[in-house]
């Protein structure tokens, strides 16, 4: 059983930036593909961005293309979102989530999420 903790998120104003972080316990965390999703109020969770085991691939929804960058350190069992250029439609409960299957949709464990607000 993997346990995920997000951190670092908070209030930013637009255009700021954030960087949240997700460390891993319970499990072998190079074994497992990592990925961000979002869910605004009101609406259905939505992906973010992902990373595979090793970390040399990743993938992004069109929202957060060129503005995040999703990475990890094995050594630490953490995977980041560096958030920049935030505008007030990112802001969301920010979840992280781990899987085996190797599909950037499919996950087995999620964390309980971070908020994130960013204001006009």
């Known amino acids: 059983q993997v346990q995920l903790v997000e951190s670092g998120g908070g209030l930013v104003q637009a255009g700021g930036s954030l960087r949240l972080s997700c460390t891993a316990s319970?499990?072998?965390?190079?074994?497992?593909?990592m990925g961000w999703f979002r869910q605004a109020p009101k609406k259905e969770r939505e992906f973010v961005a992902a990373?595979?085991?090793?970390?040399?691939?990743?993938n992004y929804a069109d929202s957060g293309k060129g503005r995040f960058t999703i990475s990890r350190d094995n050594a630490k069992n953490t995977v980041y979102l560096q958030m920049n250029s935030l505008k007030p439609e990112d802001t969301a409960v920010y979840y992280c989530a781990a899987g085996t299957s190797g599909s950037v949709y499919q996950y087995d464990y999620w964390g309980q999420g971070t908020q994130v607000t960013v204001s006009s």
């Open positions: 990373i595979s085991w090793s970390g040399g691939l990743t």
């Open positions: 319970g499990g072998s965390f190079s074994n497992y593909f």
